[in-house]
Nanobody
Framework: QVQLVESGGGLAQPGGSLRLSCAAS????????MSWARQAPGKGSEWVSG????????SYADSVKGRFIISRDNAKNTLYLQMNSLKPEDTALYYC????????????????????WGQGTQVTVSS
């Protein structure tokens, strides 16, 4: 069955960095667009970043553009999110998600087009 397992979260100071990973299994990872999303305490889910199946196209929410970098290693079935210049407002539960259709190039941020989500990894940015 499809599994998405995030790791790499933790406590970081403002201005610091963290690298999140999402280990995928149970499907042909290299065929699917993937995204990262987050949910802050008391708020709704926010799409953060997405990447095409072959890594050729990436996209970012305005709130993280220029600070976060999404990437993937299809040989390792792993999705990454490098988070730099972290801010307290980046504090959230971060989770990865898989598009429902292979080679889907529609807009990244439509949550309804994703069919599997991981359990998430907590990121806390505080001094």
């Amino acid at each position: 069955q499809v599994q998405l397992v995030e790791s790499g979260g933790g406590l970081a100071q403002p201005g610091g960095s963290l690298r999140l990973s999402c280990a995928a299994s149970g499907f042909t990872f290299s065929s699917y667009t993937m995204s990262w999303a987050r949910q802050a305490p008391g708020k709704g889910s926010e799409w953060v970043s997405g990447i095409y199946s072959d890594g050729s196209v990436t996209s970012y929410a305005d709130s993280v553009k220029g600070r976060f970098i999404i990437s993937r290693d299809n040989a390792k079935n792993t999705l990454y999110l490098q988070m730099n210049s972290l801010k307290p407002e980046d504090t959230a539960l971060y989770y990865c998600a898989k598009k429902g259709a292979p080679f889907d190039t529609r807009r990244f941020s439509h949550f309804g087009e994703y069919d599997y989500w991981g359990q998430g990894t907590q990121v806390t940015v505080s001094s």
